[in-house]
């Protein structure tokens, strides 16, 4: 039973500002469906209550995130889930074997200024780069 690996990391609001929790994930591509809901159930809990940044490499190279429409069945659960939780993507740009890799947030306007860099050492991902207002 294949599974994708995610670390959360909360980030504390100064003063009046809220805590912000950011997400780095890597789900493999034959990952199966019981794990990928233990994933959107973690993901409803978090995204109700904070304001939210995801990162993940999903390998579901058939998302068209032009159309929000994908071919497999798996792909086309991952989209529903990212529209259920209000989640927008915000990195359209390649980043690995023409793969993007996704970005999202649940609050409109706390990340703003997406980069997108160079190759980090040998790797073949980008380095992305963003503010969190």
Same mark, same amino acid.
Request: proline letters at 4%; one cysteine or more.
């Given at each position: 039973?294949?599974?994708?690996?995610?670390?959360?990391?909360?980030?504390?609001?100064?003063? /009046?500002?809220? %805590? #912000?929790?950011?997400?780095?994930?890597?789900?493999?591509?034959? $990952?199966?469906?019981?794990?990928? *809901?233990?994933?959107?159930?973690?993901?409803?809990?978090?995204?109700?209550?904070?304001?939210?940044?995801?990162?993940?490499?999903? /390998?579901?190279? %058939? #998302?068209?995130?032009?159309?929000?429409?994908?071919?497999?069945? $798996?792909?086309?659960?991952?989209? *529903?889930?990212?529209?259920?939780?209000?989640?927008?993507?915000?990195?359209?740009?390649?980043?690995?074997?023409?793969?993007?890799?996704?970005?999202?947030?649940?609050?409109?306007?706390?990340?703003?200024?997406?980069?997108?860099?160079?190759?980090?050492?040998?790797?073949?991902?980008?380095?992305?780069?963003?503010?969190?207002?």
């Amino acid at each position: 039973m294949p599974h994708g690996t995610i670390w959360w990391v909360r980030i504390r609001g100064k003063a /009046n500002k809220a %805590d #912000v929790m950011v997400g780095v994930c890597y789900t493999p591509a034959n $990952q199966d469906e019981e794990a990928d *809901e233990i994933f959107y159930k973690h993901l409803g809990e978090v995204s109700q209550s904070l304001a939210l940044v995801l990162m993940w490499d999903f /390998n579901l190279p %058939d #998302v068209c995130w032009k159309y929000n429409a994908a071919e497999r069945k $798996q792909s086309r659960r991952f989209l *529903e889930r990212v529209e259920d939780k209000f989640l927008a993507q915000l990195v359209r740009e390649t980043m690995r074997k023409g793969d993007p890799l996704d970005l999202f947030v649940n609050r409109e306007g706390f990340v703003r200024n997406v980069m997108v860099g160079d190759h980090l050492g040998h790797s073949d991902h980008k380095m992305i780069e963003f503010p969190i207002l």
